[in-house]
């Protein structure tokens, strides 16, 4: 699976419910039981909450993004999300006392 920084964009404006543009960084791309997800992170607005999408590139390599409805296959992309950000922690961590 391809890392974000190995996709041909580093930010994506999603369009709202109430048709309001979001532009929004992204996090990471994660795969779930075959299943690519893309994790966003608005970039305007000062909380921490983070969009996590079905994710797909459709005809013209345009990125595709789908609601996901099923709280198991929620459940399970938010814990791989999880596992994503303690990795990091982990790595930030290592790297630190590496520079010590």
Do not use: W
């Not at 966003?40 to 390599?61: D, K, M």
């Not at 789908?66 to 982990?90: G, H, K, Q, R």
Request: a negative charge.
């Amino acid at each position: 699976m391809d890392n974000a920084n190995e996709k041909d964009f580093d930010t994506i404006t999603i369009v709202m419910e109430n048709d309001e543009e979001v532009e929004c960084s992204i996090i990471t791309y994660l795969e779930v039981d075959d299943k690519e997800y893309i994790v966003l992170l608005p970039l305007e607005e000062e909380s921490e909450e983070v969009y996590i999408y079905r994710f797909h590139l459709g005809e013209n390599e345009e990125p595709v993004l789908e609601n996901i409805t099923d709280d198991d296959e929620y459940d399970a992309v938010s814990d791989a999300y999880e596992e994503f950000l303690d990795d990091l922690d982990y790595e930030d961590y290592y790297s630190d006392q590496d520079e010590e």
